[in-house]
């Protein structure tokens, strides 16, 4: 069974970016808006959903996902991407680690031709 991930509910289900083109999306996302707190702001103004479902996105937020420091959620990257003209096959390329909403362990991924294999660690 082949899954993608626009397959994946994208306000339940929290990634990891590899560091390169994390480093390269959050950086020229941040570059666009002018500094973290305006790329907040940015996120907090829009008419997407997770707007509605977050407290706040503060800059310190901001700062916590630019410094990889946090799985952040699909919708969060996608509305990034899309905003910095990545397809949504680029930014699948590039996961690492993939988070259900209420689970405790990540699931590692691997790509094959494009599809994912996923590896679910067992503690």
Avoid: C
């Amino acid at each position: 069974m082949e899954v993608n991930l626009w397959d994946l509910p994208e306000d339940k289900i929290y990634v990891k970016l590899n560091d390169t083109f994390h480093k390269k999306l959050f950086t020229s996302a941040i570059k666009h808006a002018g500094s973290q707190s305006a790329l907040s702001e940015m996120l907090r103004t829009s008419n997407k959903k997770f707007n509605k479902d977050m407290k706040s996105v503060s800059q310190k937020e901001i700062s916590r996902w630019f410094n990889n420091y946090n799985l952040i959620r699909l919708d969060i990257i996608n509305f990034i991407s899309k905003l910095m003209g990545y397809s949504v096959k680029d930014v699948q390329k590039n996961i690492e680690v993939l988070k259900g909403l209420k689970t405790s362990e990540p699931i590692l991924i691997l790509t094959f031709r494009s599809s994912w294999i996923l590896i679910w660690q067992i503690s």
